[in-house]
């Protein structure tokens, strides 16, 4: 938690977040890998508004942790496989192991985790 919250260079970060924001924001088509298996595809769609987390809750309403780029691709075109590794919410909460959710055409089609029960993993792929 330390590395996470305490020792986080924010000038930094902040450049990073914006390089990353406005490459992701001049892609028509992003492709998002990991080493713990998410592989997911997806469209942009022009003009999208990207919401950035700075770490700061200095006035009343909802932010982003540290590092968090969130905004809204072409839902239809969302494929393949997304790995979730920090929590689930509001559904299930903190996950202790990774939940695989396999998406086709922005939609769902499977969910598994070892530790959670298929049913509330996929309700909770279902809710969010």
Same mark, same amino acid.
């Given at each position: 938690?330390?590395?996470?919250?305490?020792?986080?260079?924010?000038?930094?970060?902040?450049?990073?977040?914006?390089?990353?924001? @406005?490459?992701?924001? &001049?892609?028509?088509?992003?492709?998002?890998?990991?080493?713990?298996?998410?592989? !997911? %595809?997806?469209?942009? +769609?022009?003009?999208?508004?990207?919401?950035?987390?700075?770490?700061?809750?200095?006035?009343?309403?909802?932010?982003?942790?540290?590092?968090?780029?969130?905004?809204?691709?072409?839902?239809?075109?969302?494929?393949?496989?997304?790995?979730? @590794?920090?929590?689930? &919410?509001?559904?299930?909460?903190?996950?202790?192991?990774?939940?695989?959710?396999? !998406? %086709?055409?922005?939609? +769902?089609?499977?969910?598994?985790?070892?530790?959670?029960?298929?049913?509330?993993?996929?309700?909770?792929?279902?809710?969010?």
């Amino acid at each position: 938690m330390v590395n996470c919250i305490g020792r986080i260079n924010y000038p930094a970060l902040r450049l990073l977040e914006q390089a990353l924001a @406005d490459r992701l924001a &001049a892609a028509g088509h992003v492709r998002m890998t990991s080493a713990a298996g998410c592989d !997911v %595809e997806f469209d942009q +769609v022009p003009g999208q508004p990207m919401f950035r987390g700075h770490g700061r809750a200095d006035v009343p309403g909802t932010h982003f942790i540290a590092g968090q780029l969130t905004w809204t691709p072409e839902l239809a075109s969302i494929n393949g496989v997304v790995m979730l @590794d920090g929590s689930i &919410a509001p559904a299930v909460g903190l996950i202790r192991e990774p939940v695989r959710l396999e !998406v %086709e055409k922005g939609r +769902v089609v499977s969910a598994d985790s070892r530790r959670l029960s298929s049913g509330k993993v996929w309700k909770a792929a279902r809710t969010t």
